[in-house]
């Protein structure tokens, strides 16, 4: 069974910062795209940032631009989101997720084109 296991989430002010792992297992990461989505509550699951097979040519949604990076390790099969400057609408679960790779922006940011995903791991931004 494949897995991606996400780890990092918590609870933060304002203004502060987080880091997020997703580690995947039975699985070679290398040969996938992957990507970070959040979902808050009573809202659609939302694109947050993708990234290539090889760690290249990273796109993010305008929301995050800017305060988050995604980075990925193919030697330790495990991909990161470095979230800076938290803010309260940043409250969401966030979940990670692998894809075949793609060049095609509509297939990186659709939740329905990814493979896998892990089981998500809640951020809350306080005022």
């Known amino acids: 069974q494949v897995q991606l296991v996400e780890s990092g989430g918590g609870l933060v002010q304002a203004g502060g910062s987080l880091r997020l792992s997703c580690a995947a297992s039975?699985?070679?990461?290398?040969?996938?795209?992957g990507g970070w989505f959040r979902q808050a509550p009573g809202k659609e699951r939302e694109f947050v940032a993708h990234i290539n097979w090889g760690g290249g040519n990273p796109y993010y949604a305008d929301s995050v631009k800017g305060r988050f990076t995604i980075s990925r390790d193919n030697a330790k099969n495990t991909m990161y989101l470095q979230m800076e400057s938290l803010k309260p609408e940043d409250t969401a679960v966030y979940y990670c997720a692998a894809q075949k790779r793609s060049n095609i922006i509509a297939i990186m940011v659709a939740p329905a084109k990814y493979d896998y995903w892990g089981q998500g791991t809640q951020v809350t931004v306080s005022s």
């Open positions: 039975r699985l070679t990461f290398s040969s996938y795209d």
